[in-house]
């Protein structure tokens, strides 16, 4: 299985850009096993998903962040990123990366398997 | 969004028991339901994907099974090490959601 590891500041003020990078370790960001998300926790709270990015570019999004949101990847340091504009302290949260895979049924597959997880790291937003 | 409904929380057992508790979704997700286990502090961790098959590694005291818009998730003998939380998640359809969770506590 790959590791996962997120890395970003701790702390961010409101109205500025929290940015995150996760750093694959054990396999390629370029094999195309797997798509590359990000979720979110806040405290006391389930798990929120982000968004997701192939090793291609193409992105997914969940709608209620997408104004806010880029994901990118960078294939030469196996490193995927997340920036999430405009923050408030509604976005404080723990930050996860994982590995997006998928199962199938009848000849159809879904995406959505998260079977790699990062330990996390606490975004906080504050002044 | 598809809405997730996990029931009950917390969930308080014995030692040995069989624990069962479920997911609800909105609408009709398939088969397409993951079950995750956390501990405080941790990462969640895959126990459950396809809503009845076991991610490799993980004990086979644990199951899962249902279909359509109703889910179970099932602990054939708690230990001690199953105090978690757990929760589900659909991926039918984008954007991926998730219960509010069970918190399994020993009696």
């Known amino acids: 299985q790959v590791q996962l590891q997120e890395s970003g500041p701790g702390l961010v003020k409101p109205s500025q850009t929290l940015s995150l990078t996760c750093t694959v370790s054990?396999?390629?960001?370029?094999?195309?096993?797997?798509?590359w998300g990000w979720l979110r926790q806040p405290p006391g709270q389930g798990p929120e998903w982000i968004a997701y990015i192939y090793h291609s570019g193409s992105t997914y999004y969940n709608p209620s962040l997408k104004s806010r949101l880029t994901i990118s990847v960078d294939t030469s340091k196996n490193q995927f990123s997340l920036n999430l504009s405009s923050v408030t302290a509604a976005d404080t949260a723990v930050y996860y990366c994982?590995?997006?895979?998928?199962?199938?049924?009848?000849?159809?597959?879904?995406?959505?398997?998260?079977?790699?997880w990062g330990q996390g790291t606490l975004v906080t937003v504050s002044s | 969004d598809i809405q997730m409904a996990q029931s009950p929380s917390p969930l308080s057992a014995s030692v040995g028991d069989r624990v069962t508790f479920t997911c609800q979704a909105s609408?009709?997700?398939?088969?397409?339901l993951n079950w995750y286990q956390q501990k405080p502090g941790k990462a969640p961790r895959l126990l459950i994907y396809a809503a009845s098959s076991l991610e490799s590694g993980v004990s086979s005291r644990f199951s899962g099974g249902g279909s359509g818009t109703d889910f179970t998730f099932t602990i054939s003998s708690l230990q001690p090490e199953d105090i978690a939380t757990y929760f589900c998640?659909?991926?039918?359809?984008?954007?991926?959601?998730f219960g509010g969770g069970t918190q399994v506590e020993i009696k």
């Open positions: 609408e009709d997700i398939s088969i397409f």
């Open positions: 994982v590995t997006v895979n998928r199962s199938c049924k009848d000849g159809v597959c879904y995406r959505g398997v998260l079977d790699s």
């Open positions: 998640q659909q991926y039918f359809t984008l954007p991926l959601t």
């Open positions: 054990g396999g390629s960001i370029s094999s195309g096993d797997f798509y």
